[in-house]
């Protein structure tokens, strides 16, 4: 598979099934009744999202250096970058909320 290809399909299940497990952590403690259940399986589809990446990582279908096989050396990167955007976004999502409500 192309490199960039591979980088493509990785990364966009990597940082879905990221958001996935989240959204679904959210929806399962806040939420009621339906929504609770609906979460679950929103987290359950974050985890198989996950699952899907890591197979196609280690069967060598999305493997972007052929054979590299280490996937956390290969992911940690992106996901220190994911963590880093998402970290920025709730610190000004809290600084708006916070600007706002005193205003």
Do not use: C, E, H, Q
């Amino acid at each position: 598979m192309d490199y960039l290809a591979a980088n493509f399909i990785n990364i966009f299940l990597l940082v879905f099934g990221i958001l996935l497990v989240l959204a679904g952590i959210f929806t399962v403690y806040f939420g009621a009744g339906k929504s609770r259940k609906l979460g679950a399986g929103i987290l359950l589809g974050g985890f198989i999202t996950l699952g899907l990446m890591y197979w196609l990582f280690i069967s060598g279908y999305t493997d972007p250096l052929g054979g590299f096989g280490n996937l956390w050396d290969y992911i940690k990167g992106p996901l220190v970058t994911l963590l880093a955007g998402l970290a920025g976004a709730i610190v000004a999502v809290v600084v708006f909320i916070g600007v706002i409500t005193k205003a």
